[in-house]
């Protein structure tokens, strides 16, 4: 499969000046900017920068940013699911999964993260593909919202819609182990109804797993 990607951008007003939201962008691209030490979200900024500019030279993957003129103040990735992880299991190829999305906290409730999202499917190509989100409540800033777990949820299921994720169903252990961990899930309008059938059965794993046991 071609991972055909086209480059958008968009800048507008924030109460903290402008905000450019923009790309997927190369490393090369990345580069050019500094990444903001607040953030933290998932490692120190240091080692997500680093991630970040490894991830972009994947041939699948996306990074989308939002920056100042200088300054990337917030990201999303999309790439393929990590080999160990459940959801590479048949490693479908349209397939991607929404890997992180982080807004530094002067920034947040500005919409720069549902932006992020909506700039990401102005890309027709991404109608290729399923894209999925694994929400955990336990990777959620918690602390440094003041949120609670349930309007925590709220915000990301407000978030995700931007982008058209929307919750769906899975017998994933992790993501059933609480009730606010959610998959989310938009499937591209050209995905082929197979293919739809192989993700339903990738949602539904255990059940899957038990049918052809019991058939084989
Ligand atoms: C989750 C996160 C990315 C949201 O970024 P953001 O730019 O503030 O999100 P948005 O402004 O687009 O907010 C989406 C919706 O939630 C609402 N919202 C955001 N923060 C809120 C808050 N603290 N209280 C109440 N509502 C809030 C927004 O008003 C918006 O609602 P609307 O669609 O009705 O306007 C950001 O809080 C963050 O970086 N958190 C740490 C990392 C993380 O948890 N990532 C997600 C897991 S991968």
Request: hydrophobic share 40%.
């Amino acid at each position: 499969m071609e991972h055909i990607k086209t480059f958008h951008s968009i800048t507008y007003e924030t109460s903290n000046g402008p905000i450019t939201i923009e790309g997927p962008l190369s490393s090369d691209e990345l580069k050019k900017y500094n990444f903001h030490d607040k953030l933290v979200a998932f490692r120190p900024a240091k080692k997500q920068f680093e991630a970040l500019l490894e991830i972009a030279s994947f041939e699948e993957a996306r990074i989308i940013v939002a920056r100042t003129e200088e300054m990337i103040v917030g990201y999303v990735t999309y790439l393929y699911p990590d080999p160990l992880e459940r959801w590479s299991t048949f490693k479908m190829k349209e397939l991607i999964v929404l890997g992180a999305i982080e807004i530094i906290p002067d920034y947040r409730g500005q919409r720069v993260a549902s932006n992020l999202l909506k700039l990401s499917m102005l890309d027709d190509y991404m109608e290729n593909y399923i894209v999925i989100s694994t929400e955990y409540y336990w990777h959620w800033d918690l602390e440094g919202t003041k949120l609670s777990i349930w309007d925590y949820r709220k915000v990301m299921e407000k978030m995700m819609a931007s982008g058209g994720l929307t919750p769906a169903p899975t017998d994933d252990p992790e993501i059933i182990s609480h009730p606010a961990n959610t998959l989310m899930v938009r499937v591209g309008k050209n995905v082929p109804e197979t293919t739809v059938e192989v993700f339903d059965n990738l949602r539904f794993l255990s059940r899957y797993n038990q049918r052809i046991k019991s058939e084989g």
